[in-house]
């Protein structure tokens, strides 16, 4: 087995588990600390990807200021979707899915309407679109990128919810929300601000992912399953959501490079669903209850 291959196998699979923890960063957030399942969550990340390419279109903003502008728009319309409807949902998890489920089916055919069925496409700048040759492996720049940005984002998304007064106030909330409001902490606000928050990731995931692909109406139904994949395996957690992302990038850039990429993502689904059926609280379970 040639040592050069299987080097760039691990290295594609760091990359696909990056491309998997972009995309769950923001669904983690949400569902960890407020306990939504959005279901609109690869609509959000849509979004990102359709807002980069009208500033870049119509405003001529580069690439990398997209980036954050990405995460502010979606973020307004994460905090729209939360104060009109999110809010009169919450612990009532099954109306939350249904609600959020015709969330995104609206967000899909709103933009389609404006946008057209045809493909649109992302400009990077001219250097991510090159190889980097290290020798025995050959790397897409553009990769290195999207490693680098999630690193930037789990660490500011640590950061903000661990290291904050903002962070300790979510947190109180997510575990008592009656006692924390007895000291005056507002948790209606906090939810508003954690799913804006979570919301604005999606939208910096979409901006990435649409200068992988194409941009389509329907492009964020590819990528929810393995976001919801690496918040459920994760245990809900930040930290579980790193390991199961990398964890399953590696064994996707493995099982790939033996069989082929259709057949890896079945074994992945596979051993997901193994893996919860004995262990179902995920990785890292948490030991909060939510009230």
Not at 31 to 39: D, K, L, P, R
Not at 47 to 67: D, H, I, K, M, N
Not at 159 to 166: D, I, S, V
Not at 252 to 272: E, K, P, W, Y
Request: hydrophobic share 55%; charged share 10%; with cysteine.
């Amino acid at each position: 087995m040639d040592p050069s291959v299987v080097l760039s196998a691990l290295v594609l699979g760091i990359s696909i588990g990056s491309i998997f923890l972009v995309a769950a960063l923001g669904l983690a957030i949400i569902y960890g600390t407020a306990g939504v399942i959005n279901m609109a969550h690869g609509e959000l990340i849509m979004l990102g990807a359709y807002t980069t390419y009208t500033l870049q279109t119509f405003l001529g903003v580069p690439f990398f200021l997209c980036l954050p502008l990405s995460f502010c728009i979606v973020a307004l319309v994460g905090i729209a979707i939360e104060r009109l409807l999110i809010q009169h949902l919450y612990n009532r998890p099954l109306d939350t899915l249904l609600a959020t489920w015709g969330v995104s089916l609206v967000l899909m055919q709103g933009v389609r309407l404006i946008f057209g069925s045809d493909p649109k496409y992302v400009q990077l700048p001219a250097f991510l679109s090159t190889n980097l040759d290290l020798g025995i492996v050959n790397v897409s720049v553009f990769r290195i990128f999207v490693v680098l940005v999630a690193a930037l984002l789990v660490f500011a998304t640590w950061y903000t919810f661990y290291r904050t007064r903002f962070g300790i106030m979510v947190r109180a909330v997510t575990q008592n929300k009656e006692m924390a409001a007895s000291f005056g902490i507002n948790s209606g606000k906090t939810y508003m601000l954690t799913f804006a928050i979570g919301a604005g990731l999606a939208g910096v995931a979409g901006a990435m992912f649409g200068g992988l692909n194409i941009v389509l109406p329907t492009m964020g139904m590819s990528y929810v399953v393995e976001a919801f994949l690496m918040v459920v395996s994760g245990g809900g957690s930040l930290l579980g959501t790193i390991l199961a992302s990398g964890f399953t990038g590696q064994m996707q850039s493995i099982f790939a490079f033996i069989f082929n990429d259709t057949f890896a993502r079945f074994l992945i689904f596979l051993m997901v669903v193994i893996f919860l059926r004995f262990r179902p609280q995920g990785l890292i379970g948490s030991g909060d209850t939510r009230r």
